[in-house]
């Protein structure tokens, strides 16, 4: 089954940098990768998401990026401020038994922004 | 708004008892999940559903069976509680057309003594 990696597992940045997060995937069949946010005490939610046609997607302060050959993909926060604080998920999606998809989540990466 | 309802937020139970989590969701989605949430390992897939009275194993399914009996409802039981089972548990649903975008619900911590 597919695996996921992601690093690091927590991430201190000072208010105002930029912040990275790095996943790498094994199954090359995995073709939707998104990203989710979970503040302390609440549910997950989804920030951003990146199919394999596509190597780049940006939403103001949130970019991904995947490279596909190199079965690796990373969450990009620019201008961060403390509302940016929480853990931050990976997932990659690949067929099920019954060839729907099913996500794999990485470990999560807590970042923490520094005032 | 998509709403994911867990039935209880916090439950304490004895090592062998039956536990029941319940999960309802009000926006006509296909797929239904649940995760279960420890620190250090992230949200591992128990069991999941795409279609009512269907159900695929997930990565951890031992010592879990589901029910989907109604679409909007997937439920997650315990058949005999072990102290290892203790942890937060999360459902999501999602519809088909974007099957890989989840709505998660609060979810259920689950203590189990």
């Given amino acids: 089954g597919e695996n996921v990696e992601q690093h690091p597992s ?4 000072q208010e105002g940098d930029s912040a990275v997060i790095k996943c ?6 995995s073709n939707y990768f998104p990203w989710y946010k979970q503040e302390l005490g609440k549910r997950p939610q989804l920030i951003i998401d990146i199919r394999s046609n596509v190597g780049e997607k940006k939403d ?12 690796h993909f990373s969450l990009h926060i620019t201008e961060t401020q403390p509302e940016d604080s929480a853990v931050y998920f990976c997932a990659a999606s ?11 989540f990485g470990t999560g990466t807590r970042l923490t922004i520094i005032p | 708004d998509v709403k994911v309802t867990q039935s209880s937020r916090y439950l304490v139970k004895r090592t062998g008892e039956k536990v029941f989590l319940e999960c309802v969701q009000d926006m ?4 239904m999940f649940w995760y279960r949430q420890d620190p250090g390992l992230g949200l591992r897939l128990i069991y999941f559903s795409y ?43 999602s519809p088909t057309i974007r099957p890989g975008q989840l709505f998660f619900g609060e979810g259920s911590r689950l203590t189990v003594l």
């Fill in chain 1, 10 to 13: 927590t991430l201190s940045v």
């Fill in chain 1, 24 to 29: 790498t995937y094994s199954d090359s069949a």
């Fill in chain 1, 60 to 71: 103001q302060r949130i970019a991904v990026t995947l490279n596909k050959t190199a079965k």
């Fill in chain 1, 94 to 104: 690949g067929p099920s038994n019954f060839g729907n998809e099913k996500l794999t």
């Fill in chain 2, 28 to 31: 006509d989605h296909e797929n």
């Fill in chain 2, 51 to 93: 279609d009512v009275k269907m159900k695929e194993k997930g990565d951890i399914p031992e010592g879990y069976s589901v029910s989907r009996e109604k679409k909007e409802r997937f439920s997650l039981i315990l058949e005999s509680a072990s102290t290892n089972q203790t942890s937060m548990y999360l459902c999501a649903s």
